[in-house]
């Protein structure tokens, strides 16, 4: 089975500057979907960006971009220019292309803006 | 349309009581998913529609649990004889298939049900 790691339980960053949000995952298929869904406190889960496996080149989204591993199942969210709209919940997810399937979630990584 | 629409937002029953939640997906959405969600916690899978075809179950979907989309549009999720473990935010999502779309864009949440089981 699929499993999506964040292994940061809480990161912060200062206004303007940027951060990094870590996540790893574990699978044996080829073709598949990469997310970042943000939660800010109390408001819906919306779609930050995303990555098709297929994909070399990296998804950038305004001030979003990943940096997408293969090899290393490695998804890492990059966030230029911190705002502070950006504190929420970042959960990164998996979903199968092959199956179409579910997304999978990670646990989630807390961000803090600091003024 | 204005999205995905969950009712009620918010929740409180004793323990032993029957509740149901609904969800009202986008209206071109065929799949229909249901996550639970606990505090600090991502999402975990519960259940998901294709249609009004229930295609998958988790186990953590218990027998006090069901879930039903008639003709394919609302889905209801029932939780019988509650538990205080129940307690958690339900999110309800739509999506359309990814096979056959050049732009796979993932779900569409709502705003969740949050039930607290005292």
């Known amino acids: 089975a699929q499993t999506v790691t964040q292994s940061q339980p809480e990161m912060s960053v200062q206004e303007a500057e940027t951060v990094t949000l870590s996540c790893t995952y574990d699978?044996?298929?080829?073709?598949?979907?990469l997310f970042w869904y943000k939660q800010p406190p109390s408001r819906q889960m919306i779609l930050v960006i995303r990555?098709?496996?297929?994909?070399?080149q990296n998804a950038t989204e305004n001030r979003f971009s990943v940096n997408f591993q293969k090899a290393a199942k490695s998804f890492s969210l990059k966030i230029s220019d911190s705002q502070l709209g950006d504190a929420a919940m970042y959960f990164c997810?998996?979903?199968?292309?092959?199956?179409?399937?579910?997304?999978?979630f990670g646990k989630g990584t807390r961000l803090h803006i600091l003024p | 349309d204005t999205g995905v629409s969950q009712d009620p937002r918010h929740k409180i029953t004793k323990r032993g009581q029957n509740v149901t939640f609904r969800c009202d997906p986008i209206s071109e959405h065929n799949r229909l998913y249901w996550y639970r969600q606990t505090l600090g916690q991502g999402p975990e899978f519960l259940t998901y529609f294709q249609n009004e075809a229930q295609l998958e179950k988790s186990r953590l979907l218990s027998d006090r649990f069901s879930a039903e989309r008639p003709k394919g549009s609302f889905s209801t999720l029932e939780i019988q004889r509650t538990e205080q473990g129940d307690s958690a935010m339900y999110l309800c999502?739509?999506?359309?298939?990814?096979?056959?779309?050049?732009?796979?864009?993932?779900?569409?949440f709502g705003s969740g049900t949050r039930l607290t089981v005292v």
């Open positions: 699978t044996s298929e080829s073709d598949y979907y």
């Open positions: 999502a739509s999506s359309l298939p990814s096979t056959g779309i050049p732009l796979y864009y993932g779900y569409t």
């Open positions: 990555q098709e496996a297929y994909k070399q």
């Open positions: 997810a998996y979903r199968s292309e092959e199956w179409d399937d579910k997304i999978i």
